[in-house]
T-cell receptor, first 115, second 111 residues
Framework: GAGVSQTPSNKVTEKGKYVELRCDPI?????LYWYRQSLGQGPEFLIY????????DSGLPNDRFFAVRPEGSVSTLKIQRTERGDSAVYLC?????????????FGPGTRLLVL | QKEVEQNSGPLSVPEGAIASLNCTYS??????FFWYRQYSGKSPELIMF????GDKEDGRFTAQLNKASQYVSLLIRDSQPSDSATYLC???????????FGTGTRLTVIP
């Protein structure tokens, strides 16, 4: 079946601009996670959704970052007033549910470059 | 701060040998443990998960968990050049469903 998809695959923007990154999880997966990965590091948790609600947004670095999942499927990560330090690969993952034992499957990521 | 530690490597093994990858974690309440493989420029791909102390085998891969020592490892038997990648250890924290990742160990299998 289809895996997690993310668009765009690459995004180049200028400092101060607004960007939206989209994630479409595996069909039937109710839990959706956003991570950010910088070069040479492991993925770093940002936020996760169980259904439509953000169950844990403790990883969001500041209030410039926001994510929504209005219908419990597709999610959008929104970054306002982008900074050069926001440059990273943004990964989305989904799992069958949010039980801690569930395996998370990652999408291909969106590579964000802020100039 | 939950920490997951891995030797960054690089770890080099000859083709056909056993590769041993190690990971320690700081949160004694962690319940679930995952190994992901990540090729350069690609996203993490799930290899194995383990929840209980002991060994779990899947083909050429064996995951080992020792909760008392807060240690999890991945053995790759009959290593192949296609196994060359970065291997990420990930754990769930107590009371949390998100994953905490190590920085990964870069493995090179030499033909």
């Amino acid at each position: 079946g289809a895996g997690v998809s993310q668009t765009p695959s690459n995004k180049v923007t200028e400092k101060g601009k607004y960007v939206e990154l989209r994630c479409d999880p595996i069909s039937g997966h109710t839990a959706l996670y956003w991570y950010r990965q910088s070069l040479g590091q492991g993925p770093e948790f940002l936020i996760y959704f169980q259904g439509t609600g953000a169950a844990d947004d403790s990883g969001l670095p500041n209030d410039r970052f926001f994510a929504v999942r209005p219908e419990g499927s597709v999610s959008t990560l929104k970054i306002q007033r982008t900074e050069r330090g926001d440059s990273a690969v943004y990964l989305c993952a989904s799992s069958l549910d949010s039980t801690g034992a569930r395996a998370q499957y990652f999408g291909p990521g969106t590579r964000l470059l802020v100039l | 701060q939950k920490e997951v530690e891995q030797n960054s490597g690089p770890l080099s093994v000859p083709e056909g040998a056993i590769a041993s990858l190690n990971c320690t974690y700081s949160d004694r309440g962690s319940q679930s443990f995952f190994w992901y493989r990540q090729y350069s420029g690609k996203s993490p791909e799930l290899i194995m998960f383990i929840y209980s102390n002991g060994d779990k085998e899947d083909g050429r891969f064996t995951a080992q968990l020792n909760k008392a020592s807060q240690y999890v490892s991945l053995l790759i038997r009959d290593s192949q050049p296609s196994d060359s990648a970065t291997y990420l250890c990930a754990v769930t924290g107590s009371g949390a469903n998100n994953l905490f990742f190590g920085t990964g160990t870069r493995l090179t299998v030499i033909p």
